[in-house]
Structure formats: C-alpha cells, structure tokens
C-alpha cells in the first residue's frame, strides 16, 4: 500500500482525508454556493492533488513524483469535493426557493406536490 500512496497510510489519512479533504470541502460549498458549474470542482481538485503531494513531501518525506500517489490522492479529493457540492447546492434549492422545491433525500430536490 505504501508503494501504491508513495507514503505511509496516517500520512495518507491525516494529509489527504482531513487536511486538504477540508479545503475539498469548503471548495465544493464555495462553488456551489456561487452558483458556479461542477466542472470547476475537478479543475480545483486537480490544483488541490499538486498541493497535497507537495505537502506530504515537504512534511513527511513522501515521494513526490509518483503518478498512482497522485491520481488516488487527486481522486479522493474530487470526490470529496464532489459530495460537499451537491449537499450545498441542494440544501440552497430548497432554502431559496422554498414554494417551488422540497427536500428528496440527502442530495436532491424535487418540485413540491410531484411524488
């Protein structure tokens, strides 16, 4: 698994999950609380996969030029920021617009009175 992340899996865990997972998250809210499209999300998730190999090089001695480290780092963070963006983006659906849309499960709406 190492060879796989090009770093121990705590480093993993700790750099990628939580730290820059945070800032995929508040990218994900940002952007869609900005009424931006999603595409945006993955161009600033691939900017966010740079900054955590260089983190986790610069902090924990990780390889810094591996390809597979990268895209699994750059994956979870889409990811990440992927879901943030879609709970904003329903969540303001139906607080905006509360007379045209209701809630449909954690990630949706639907218009009110369709079942």
């Known amino acids: ?12 865990i700790g750099m990628t999950v939580f730290v820059m997972g945070f800032a995929a998250f508040m ?12 595409w945006k999300a ?8 740079l ?12 390889e810094l030029f591996l ?11 889409i990811v990440i920021c992927m879901v943030s963006y879609r709970l904003t983006q329903a969540h303001r659906m139906v ?8 809630r449909r499960g954690l990630f949706g709406w639907r218009e009110k009175g369709r079942r």
């Open 42 to 49: 993955a161009a600033y998730c691939v900017l966010l996969g």
């Open 67 to 77: 390809l597979s480290g990268y895209l699994i780092d750059t994956a979870v963070l």
């Open 27 to 38: 990218t994900g809210q940002a952007l869609a609380n900005t009424w931006q499209p999603a």
């Open 1 to 12: 698994m190492e060879s796989l992340l090009g770093t121990t899996l705590p480093v993993f």
């Open 95 to 102: 607080t905006q617009y509360p007379w045209v849309y209701e």
């Open 51 to 62: 900054a955590d190999r260089f983190l986790t090089w610069g902090l924990f001695d990780g």
